[in-house]
């Protein structure tokens, strides 16, 4: 049963129309990667479906709720808007750690201070995501004296700590050097392997291929083609997507 | 007169000029900061009020401020507020000068709150825009993201251009001597037409110096304390 499922979005800024009609499902467990050149509108639909943009028309539903629907004209509350994020996690690009905060606090902030828990509960749970990604040793320092990866593998873990139905990827491993993409894949890859539903944004072709249940090609704010990694990869329909993949994978 | 008879009179108007200044600083700084979210308001009219108020209070010279907070009751309206505080105080407790002084706090704290204003505004807008969605996209409230996650930051990217305002204004209490409070200044200068004696004039630059010199050492500590973290 799916357990995200968006239909028909559609945002624009200004007169720049940057989704133009987006409509797919997600079943639980499953990986989504959103491939596509810069400008397609991977990250507004990602940023959509946290609500740190409110799409013009559409729907998106988690499980039997319906969350946003365009058709419905009352703007949402901020309350609601607040309540229907709790959905999601997110994953930035530049991490966006809390730099006050060592590690640990980074992890048990929210949940404290949404009272998910009791301290004891919300610490023990922060410490075994914390040991999940790797980071054990570096419970008390602070995001300044971590390495990009180390910072944003903190930044998962924190995303995890809100029991997220779905966590969502903005291109997790583009403001690191290369050295420290795999550290972070690594731990993404082994989310799937706990069955955590995500959606990944990313030029990780290689990952992408390896980690996916499905691939979403988009261009230009349409979804081109969606399909199997082995479809997209090994026999993409769409001359468009055939472009993409020869430029992103071409060896130089 | 001796020299210990000069410094403690040259003390008591120390005494005034600190008066000033905790009073500024204690009342101007948490009124600067509801001036600085108007200015950031995204209701428009509020953000231009707000704006032009910044404008005339930074654009004017705050001696003309203080003439005018002490003025304008008796021109305008017939009614010398302060000068009938200045009476009442003195005849019923025996203290020269309050109602003057009230015109000075008055004038020394709208202005500098409308400085400490655009600091903050500076403070509150240099925080990145990301640190503000990894608050949301966890579920946490407006508020909840300012105190315990913007706020630090931008104290700790105050500290240094509030540093130097609060070193400003230990100086500009001097101002107030123009409409005759007996601020250290006021009190050598009263030496001098008294007693003949200019030294008193300059010997007021140590009181300065030694309060300035705490002041930076305990503002760079707190520089210091903030120092654990990068933002």
């Not at chain 1, 409509?23 to 990667?33: A, K, P, W």
């Not at chain 1, 040991?131 to 944003?152: F, M, R």
């Not at chain 2, 709150?113 to 966890?138: D, M, N, P, T, W």
Request: hydrophobic share 45%.
């Amino acid at each position: 049963m799916a357990i995200l499922e968006v239909k028909n979005i559609k945002k624009s800024f200004g007169k720049t129309e940057v989704l133009k009609g987006i409509s797919f499902s997600l079943n639980e467990g499953e990986v989504i990667s959103l491939i596509g050149s810069s400008g397609s509108g991977k990250t507004t639909l990602l940023r959509c479906l946290n609500f740190l943009e409110t799409p013009d028309s559409g729907t998106i539903s988690v499980g039997d709720n319906v969350l946003f629907d365009g058709e419905n004209s009352k703007a949402l509350t901020d309350n609601e808007i607040r309540e229907n994020r709790l959905h999601f996690g997110l994953v930035f690009q530049s991490f966006n750690l809390f730099p006050q905060y060592n590690v640990l606090d980074n992890v048990t902030l929210a949940p404290k201070l949404l009272k998910k828990g009791s301290t004891e509960e919300i610490e023990q749970n922060a410490r075994a995501l914390i040991d999940k990604v790797g980071l054990t040793e570096k419970i008390g320092n602070y995001p300044c004296e971590l390495s990009g990866g180390q910072q944003q593998r903190v930044a998962i873990a924190r995303a995890l700590a809100m029991n997220p139905d779905i966590l969502c990827f903005d291109e997790p491993t583009s403001a690191l050097d290369p050295e420290l993409t795999g550290e972070v894949l690594r731990v993404i890859k082994g989310l799937k392997e706990s069955g955590s539903t995500m959606i990944v944004v990313t030029h990780e072709m290689e990952f992408a291929k390896n980690v996916s249940d499905k691939i979403i090609f988009m261009a230009d704010g349409v979804i081109e083609e969606m399909g199997t990694p082995e479809q997209i990869f090994e026999n993409p329909q769409s001359d468009k997507t055939r472009h993409f993949l020869q430029n992103s994978l071409e060896k130089i | 007169m001796s020299f210990l008879e000069v410094t403690s009179f040259l003390w008591d108007g120390f005494m005034v000029s600190l008066l000033i200044f905790a009073v500024t600083l204690l009342c101007g700084a948490p009124l600067g900061l509801p001036i600085a979210f108007c200015s950031m308001s995204r209701w428009k009219p509020l953000k231009v009020i707000s704006k032009i108020f910044v404008w005339i209070v930074r654009g004017v010279p705050l001696m003309l401020q203080i003439f005018i907070i002490y003025y304008v009751p008796g021109l305008l309206f017939d009614f010398p507020l302060f000068s009938h505080v200045d009476r009442y105080v003195s005849i019923n407790f025996g203290i020269a000068d309050a109602g003057r002084i009230l015109a000075v706090l008055i004038a020394f704290t709208i202005n500098y709150a409308c400085y400490f204003s655009e600091i903050y505004r500076g403070g509150i807008e240099s925080i990145s825009k990301g640190q503000y969605e990894a608050g949301y996209v966890l579920g946490l409230t407006k508020s909840q993201i300012f105190k315990k996650i913007i706020l630090k930051q931008v104290i700790k990217r105050i500290v240094p251009p509030m540093s130097n305002e609060i070193i400003t204004l230990i100086k500009d209490t001097a101002l107030a001597n123009c409409i005759m409070v007996c601020e250290i200044i006021k009190q050598a200068k009263e030496l001098a037409a008294t007693k003949a004696l200019i030294w008193p004039l300059f010997f007021t630059g140590v009181f300065y110096l030694i309060f300035v010199g705490l002041l930076t050492i305990i503002l760079g500590r707190v520089e210091k304390k903030l120092d654990y973290f990068k933002s």
